[in-house]
Nanobody
Framework: QVQLVESGGGLVQAGGSLRLSCAAS????????MGWFRQAPGKEREFVAA????????YYADSVKGRFTISRDNAKNTLYLQMNSLKPEDTAVYYC?????????????????????WGQGTQVTVSS
C-alpha cells in the first residue's frame, strides 16, 4: 500500500509564501498521478492542483493559478506545493492524494473519487 504524510503547513500573513511537502512510501512513486486538495470548515474538499507525470502535465484550480506550483521529486518520493501570494481564503487543511490509475481525461483529476490514497492533512492559516 501507499502511505502519504503532509508537512509544511503553518500560519503566514497575506501575501506570504509556504511550501507544502508530501512524503510518499510504498511501491513506485513516479508512476502515480498526484494531487493537492484542501478543505475549510463547513465546506467540501476542493481540488487545488495535480501533477500527472511531470511539470509538463499539471492542472490547477482557477483560484490558485499563477500563485501555486505543484512539483515532484521522484528520487525523494516527495510531492510539493509551492504557495505564493497567499490570501486569507487559502486557509484550509491541505491534503495530498495519489492514484494508481491513469485517466485519459483531465477532468478526473479534479475530483476526489479517482484518488486511492490520502494523507492526514496539514493546516494552512493565512492572516489578514
Amino acid at each position: 500500500q501507499v502511505q502519504l504524510v503532509e508537512s509544511g503547513g503553518g500560519l503566514v500573513q497575506a501575501g506570504g509564501s509556504l511550501r507544502l511537502s508530501c512524503a510518499a512510501s510504498g511501491r513506485t512513486f513516479s508512476s502515480y498521478p498526484m494531487g493537492w486538495f484542501r478543505q475549510a470548515p463547513g465546506k467540501e474538499r476542493e481540488f487545488v492542483a495535480a501533477i500527472i507525470w511531470s511539470a509538463d502535465n499539471t492542472y490547477y484550480a482557477d483560484s490558485v493559478k499563477g500563485r501555486f506550483t505543484i512539483s515532484r521529486d521522484n528520487a525523494k518520493n516527495t510531492l510539493y506545493l509551492q504557495m505564493n501570494s497567499l490570501k486569507p481564503e487559502d486557509t484550509a487543511v491541505y491534503y495530498c492524494a495519489a492514484t494508481e490509475t491513469y485517466y485519459s481525461g483531465s477532468y478526473y483529476y479534479y475530483r476526489t473519487e479517482p484518488y486511492d490514497y490520502w494523507g492526514q492533512g496539514t493546516q494552512v492559516t493565512v492572516s489578514s
